[in-house]
């Protein structure tokens, strides 16, 4: 018998959370520490505390296979809120702080206030879920920006020939959410308010992690950083 879309998805991001937390057990935490650790960022109000789980798993299985420099700072975005919500938020995950929590665009052809389709391809002026380092820094025609390299093969790992970046942009504020009942979008570069772009790329550039969240179930169900870190 199929299991309703909804059910089936809740089952397996439930158990896509036993699994966040025996591999933050195999880092030397506790699933006490764990869940406090969540509740703590997730004080936030807007953060998820699922979403966080699954980002924090995903940072220790970075962290196992050495693909992290940077593992004090995590960036988490959650696509499955509307743009016009704060969906961005960088963590210090050693102080436990919140240092940004911010509004964040997406690609024009992910959506409009909701981003449902991602991609990975060229020209489709999608964005990308799944697991980021952030690299180097250049100045081009979105001027100060922050380039990315996806980790996940076939999710996101062609983000540099698609010049997927994080950048600031006029069309990311509060008024243009008012005017357009959505954010202006992007190419697929999780842009940013130029107001606080450089301070967040300043924060975050060279080698810290970003975690791109949408509940796609092919992803949850297949993504190397959320099942076992093979």
């Known amino acids: 018998m199929r299991l309703p879309v909804a059910l089936a998805l809740s089952l397996s991001v439930a158990g896509l959370l036993i699994g966040a937390e025996r591999s933050v057990l195999a880092a030397g935490l506790t699933t006490t520490s764990v869940a406090a650790k969540a509740r703590a960022f997730a004080s936030a109000e807007t953060l998820d505390e699922s979403v966080l789980k699954l980002a924090l798993n995903a940072t220790v299985c970075a962290r196992n296979a050495g693909q992290v420099t940077n593992d004090r700072l995590l960036t988490v975005i959650d696509y499955s809120k509307a ?105 697929g570069c999780p842009a940013l308010r130029p107001a606080v772009a450089r301070s967040v790329i300043d924060t975050i550039k060279e080698g810290s992690l970003v975690f791109a969240y949408y509940p796609d179930r092919d992803w949850l169900r297949t993504s190397r950083f959320l099942n076992g870190c093979s």
Not at 110 to 116: E, F, K, L, R
Not at 124 to 141: E, I, K, P, W
């Open 83 to 187: 743009s016009t919500e704060p969906r961005l938020w960088v963590l210090d995950l050693e102080s436990e702080r919140v240092l940004f929590e911010e509004l964040v665009a997406h690609g024009q052809g992910s959506g409009d206030n909701y981003a449902t389709r991602f991609s990975n391809e060229d020209g489709t002026h999608q964005t990308s879920l799944g697991l980021f380092r952030t690299a180097d820094t250049y100045v081009g025609s979105n001027g100060y920006s922050l380039r990315l390299d996806g980790l996940e093969a076939g999710v996101n790992d062609r983000a540099r020939e698609r010049a997927i970046v994080v950048h600031g942009a006029p069309y990311v504020n509060a008024a243009a959410s008012r005017s357009l009942g959505r954010l202006g979008r992007s190419w």
